[in-house]
């Protein structure tokens, strides 16, 4: 009897009639079950890897708020109010000295300026050639000082320059003299003016005029200015550089600019215009600055409460645990922060708590601000300032609120932090559970393979018995049919 070959298959359970297929999916479903459950820790990993990020850049937030409050700066923080801003206006930094000043303004600073006496056709009429040098300096009556430090600039001026070529070229030379035309009726005249204030910002043009007459007003020569005592120069001074001038309690001060930096300690004052009568201006401490730092603390602390309350509580009504409830690190943070905030500190002799400057806790855990009571309390600023900034430098605890929250801050987001160890310890759970996901699902490749390899085997056995089969069927009934 000759051998029968089976049909070639095509997909499995044809030959043999078993849902072949739908066998191997459910047993290699059953294979991958284990992933799908360290997918399903993968994510909480993730989760929580994810919350103590939010915890740590909330921390942070409150690390930076608690370093304000021992910054000097902050304590030393002044506000300055004039009895008439539009004439003289205070800014004060660190340093300045709480009180009282009367200021009387004389006269405000102001920039040189002359004009062209040579009127020409327009601004696109020339002028000349030749050089253009610029000094910056001080007059004295017809005497001119070079400014220290200055050099002379000098611009060349071709032929076929126009008015407005010269002053693009001014404009462009950085001399610290810049130029504009002016135009009316009877033509354009250039005009030129310090860029700065000040007396020694005054400045002097010499001419070398290709005319071969470099002091007339024909040519190029028509732009030179030799002498502010002159009024039959080729150029004519509109307005002489000055320093502005004023009184501060008596004493005479003056400015380059209408800015005075510094004339007292950690004070800048500006004027606006000349005064006829003193004007009162008064420094005291900046307790709004001051509270709104304290307030920003606050803030910060209630975020960081508030947060870790939410990840570390159970829904006892939707038995829910929120995404860190348990976790031995989050917990540890609050008790810490809460050890804290309801210590006591000798940083200050007459402050020990910050419920005493003002900063009470609520029932659900945040931190608010008891203005009425602060502000009472910044009636005394070094104590409230030792209170929240002092450094013990001897271990003694006797360290500010601020300082110890920054102190905590510091340690547990460091290298070797509670929340930088347990986040590297997650990202370690995670990458071993993306590794052993790895490996299951290889390992349920091959068991994918093989069953899907025996199950082929089966299908291609059992289409060549049924062919076989069917072959004896065919002859018996033949010879039945004979006989």
């Keep these: 009897m000759s051998t029968v070959s089976g049909p070639a298959l095509t997909s499995l359970g044809v030959g043999s009639g078993l849902a072949s297929e739908s066998i191997v999916t459910k047993l290699v479903s059953i294979e991958r079950m284990p992933i799908q459950n360290l997918q399903t820790e993968a994510s909480s990993i993730q989760n929580r890897i994810s919350a103590f990020g939010q915890i740590q850049s909330s921390i942070s937030n409150l690390r930076d708020a608690a370093s304000k409050l021992t910054s000097p700066d902050l304590w030393s923080s002044t506000t300055a109010t004039s009895s008439d801003a539009s004439s003289v206006s205070f800014a004060t930094s660190a ?4 009180g009282n000043y009367n200021v009387s303004v004389s006269s405000l600073a102001a920039a040189q300026s002359v004009v062209s006496n040579t009127v020409l056709s327009s601004a696109a009429s020339t002028l000349g050639s030749g050089t253009l040098t610029i000094e910056l300096g001080s007059w004295s009556g017809s005497t001119f000082t070079n400014k220290t430090g200055s050099s002379a600039v000098s611009i060349t001026v071709a032929p076929t320059d126009t008015l407005a070529n ?13 130029a504009s035309i002016v135009s009316d009726a009877s033509g354009a005249r250039l005009v030129m003016n310090s860029s700065n204030t000040g007396v020694t910002n005054g400045f002097r043009v010499t001419v070398a005029d290709n005319d071969g007459n470099n002091t007339d007003a024909s040519g190029l020569s028509a732009l030179s200015f030799l002498d502010p005592t002159s009024t039959t120069g080729p150029t004519k001074q509109t307005q002489a550089a000055a320093n502005a001038a004023a009184t501060v309690n008596g004493v005479s001060v003056t400015s380059e600019s209408n800015t005075f930096s510094n004339v007292l300690s950690g004070i800048s004052m500006t004027v606006s215009k000349q005064t006829t009568s003193p004007v009162t201006v008064s420094v005291s401490q900046d307790n709004t600055t001051i509270t709104k ?13 508030a947060l870790l309350k939410n990840d570390t509580k159970y829904d006892d009504s939707t038995k829910t645990a929120a995404v860190l409830q348990g976790d031995s690190t989050a917990t540890g943070l609050q008790y810490q922060l809460r050890g804290i905030l309801g210590s006591i500190s000798t940083a200050s002799s007459v402050f020990s708590s910050l419920s005493s400057v003002g900063l009470e806790t609520q029932s659900g855990g945040a931190l608010t601000v008891n203005t009425t009571k602060l502000t009472a309390a910044l009636s005394n600023l070094s104590e409230v300032k030792n209170m929240f900034s002092a450094t013990d430098l001897t271990g003694g605890g006797a360290d500010g609120f601020a300082t110890k929250f920054r102190n905590f801050a510091d340690n547990v987001l460091g290298v070797d ?11 370690t759970q995670l990458k071993n559970n993306q590794q052993r996901q790895s490996d299951l699902d290889a390992r349920a490749q091959l068991y994918e393979t093989r069953l899907r390899a025996q199950y082929s ?4 056995t059992m289409a060549g018995l049924t062919s076989q089969g069917n072959y004896v069927t065919q002859m018996l009934n033949s010879m039945s049919t004979k006989a």
């Design 417 to 427: 932090g509670s929340i930088t160890t347990r986040t590297n310890g997650l990202n």
């Design 166 to 178: 010269i002053r693009d070229k001014i404009n462009g030379s950085n001399s610290g003299v810049n």
């Design 457 to 460: 085997a089966l299908d291609t």
């Design 95 to 98: 340093g300045a000295a709480i």
């Design 293 to 305: 730092a304290i307030t920003d603390f606050a803030t910060a602390y209630s975020a960081v409460d």
